[in-house]
C-alpha cells in the first residue's frame, strides 16, 4: 500500500509537471512559418523539394521552377537549416509523397560552423509530427543539444513574457488552426503556402554589410559531410534525382570575401563531382542573366528581392532542364 501510494505520488507530480511545460509552450512557443512549412509539407502537392538556407527561401521561386519544369515544387528551406536538417526534411516529404527531385540550395558557411542553439536549432525537430523519422531526427540531433531546449521547447523563448496576450490570442485563432500564412505577411515580405518568401524593397536595406558565414576548409564539419552521404544514399535508393545549387551574390561581397569562396567553389565542385551530383554554382558567375548588382538583393548577403528572385529562377530552372535533356 505504502508503494502505491508512493508511485501515485510521483505519477501526480509528473502528469503535473508535464501540464506545466505544455501550458508554458503553448504560451510562450510563437506561430512560426516552419509549422505552416511542415503542415504543407504533409498536405501540399508536389513532385519536387527546394530545401537549403534563407538564400534558397528568397531565391528560389517553386511556381517558377514549376512552369519550366512541369513538375510542381514546395520550398522549405530556412535559415539555420543545417545539412542534417536537410536530410530529415528530405525524409519527411518522402513519408508523405512520391518525390522526383531535390534540389538543394548549399551555402558553404553551414558546413563550416557549428549550430547555434538558438531558436532556428529546434524549429524543424519541434514542428515535426510523430513518427519513426522524427525518433530518429531525436537520436541524431537532440541527443546533442542542451537537454533545456530539447525537453522545454519554451526554454528558447522565457525571456518573451510580454508577449503571451498576442501569442494566445493567435494560437486561438482559426488562422493558427488553420496554418494560415498572413501572420508572416509585412510591408518588407510576403510568405506563400509553397514556403517562398518574396522579400520587398524597404528603407534601410544595405545598411549594414555584415559578414556571411564563410567556408573555411580547416573547420569543415564532418557532422555536415556524414548528412550529405546520408542525404546522397537516400535519394540513390528512392530514385530521386539530387541537384545542387550554389546561389549568387552580390558582386561586392563575392570580391571581399573571395578567397574563402573561391575554395568553396573548389572544394564542392570537386566534392560533387566525385559523387555525381550536378552542381550549379552561381557565386562566381559573371554571365549576364546571373544578379549581381547590390540593389538587386535585400542585403549584402545575398537574400534577393521577388524580382531578382523570380527571374534567376527561371534562369536556374532552364538550367536544370538543359542538365537532363542535354541541352535540347
Not at 503535473?16 to 502537392?45: C, K, Q, S, W
Request: with cysteine.
Amino acid at each position: 500500500m505504502r508503494n502505491f501510494k508512493k508511485w501515485m505520488i510521483v505519477l501526480v507530480f509528473a502528469a503535473v509537471f508535464l501540464g506545466i511545460n505544455e501550458m508554458l509552450t503553448y504560451a510562450l512557443y510563437p506561430y512560426t512559418y516552419t509549422r505552416a512549412d511542415l503542415h504543407h509539407l504533409e498536405t501540399g502537392d508536389y513532385e519536387d523539394v527546394l530545401v537549403g538556407t534563407s538564400h534558397g527561401k528568397c531565391g528560389l521561386d517553386p511556381q517558377i521552377l514549376e512552369e519550366v519544369t512541369g513538375h510542381k515544387t514546395v520550398n522549405v528551406c530556412q535559415g539555420g537549416e543545417y545539412p542534417l536538417d536537410v536530410y530529415y526534411l528530405v525524409r519527411e516529404a518522402a513519408r508523405h509523397r512520391k518525390i522526383s527531385r531535390v534540389i538543394y540550395e548549399l551555402d558553404p558557411g553551414y558546413w563550416a560552423v557549428q549550430p547555434n542553439q538558438t531558436a532556428d536549432y529546434i524549429a524543424f525537430y519541434h514542428e515535426f509530427p510523430w513518427s519513426v523519422v522524427k525518433l530518429e531526427y531525436f537520436k541524431d540531433k537532440m541527443l546533442e543539444a542542451d537537454f533545456r531546449t530539447t525537453l522545454f521547447p519554451w526554454y528558447l523563448y522565457r525571456k518573451q513574457f510580454k508577449h503571451i496576450p498576442r501569442t494566445l490570442e493567435q494560437k486561438r485563432s482559426e488562422v493558427y488552426k488553420n496554418y494560415g500564412v498572413e501572420p508572416f505577411a509585412s510591408e518588407v515580405q510576403e510568405y506563400r503556402e509553397d514556403g517562398f518568401i518574396l522579400r520587398h524593397h524597404a528603407p534601410g536595406d544595405r545598411a549594414i554589410q555584415e559578414s556571411p558565414p564563410l567556408w573555411r576548409p580547416e573547420e569543415l564539419k564532418q557532422d555536415a559531410i556524414d548528412a550529405f552521404e546520408k542525404l546522397l544514399k537516400f535519394c540513390e535508393e528512392n530514385e530521386v534525382e539530387l541537384d545542387v545549387v550554389m546561389m549568387p551574390i552580390p558582386q561586392v561581397t563575392y570580391e571581399k570575401y573571395q578567397p574563402e569562396y573561391d575554395a568553396a567553389i573548389q572544394y564542392f565542385t570537386s566534392f560533387m563531382d566525385k559523387r555525381e551530383v550536378p552542381v550549379f554554382n552561381y557565386l562566381d558567375d559573371m554571365r549576364p542573366e546571373i544578379p549581381r548588382k547590390p540593389e538587386m538583393f535585400g542585403d549584402y548577403e545575398g537574400h534577393m528581392y521577388k524580382e531578382t528572385a523570380m527571374d534567376f529562377s527561371r534562369f536556374f530552372a532552364k538550367e536544370l532542364m538543359e542538365e537532363y535533356t542535354g541541352g535540347k
